[in-house]
């Protein structure tokens, strides 16, 4: 079922880190050392309809592993910059795709590594436990 998200005229593409952002921050590491994590799906339904809508999302991690890469398609991320360790230029690159300034732009984080693209965005955001 299609459903209508009512979105602010002024913004124009929701970015996010994904460690800490979309999971709880913690790994889990099997025997071998493959790492694990554990993402919430309460946040997968509401990007789900974002994507259904058209409107542009973006993950922006230093973390180029499978999971998440598997996790961003899964949720229809319009574009998945993976392996970023400088969000400044990431966000850059992710806002001139989008066709969208940086002053429409949201920006979710929860590490120093996250405080570049925060400071860049007309809205940046730090998760509670950030």
């Known amino acids: 079922m299609k459903r209508e998200i009512p979105l602010p005229d002024s913004v124009g593409i929701l970015m996010m880190d994904c460690d800490g952002v979309l999971t709880d921050g913690g790994m889990y590491f099997d025997a071998s050392g493959q790492a694990m994590k ?19 999302t973006a993950v922006i991690s ?5 999971i998440t890469a598997a996790r961003c ?3 229809r991320i319009g574009q ?13 690159e992710a806002l001139a795709e989008a066709g969208v300034d940086a002053a429409g732009a949201v920006f979710i984080g929860d590490d120093v590594t996250d405080l570049p693209a925060i400071q860049m965005v007309g809205l940046g ?4 436990d950030a």
């Open 80 to 92: 998945a910059l993976l392996g970023r360790m400088d969000k400044h230029d990431a966000v850059a």
């Open 125 to 128: 955001i730090a998760v509670a």
């Open 73 to 75: 398609e899964k949720l």
């Open 38 to 56: 554990r993402f919430d799906v309460k946040d997968g339904l509401a990007l789900v309809w974002l994507a259904e809508q058209g409107f542009p």
């Open 62 to 66: 230093g973390d180029a592993s499978a």
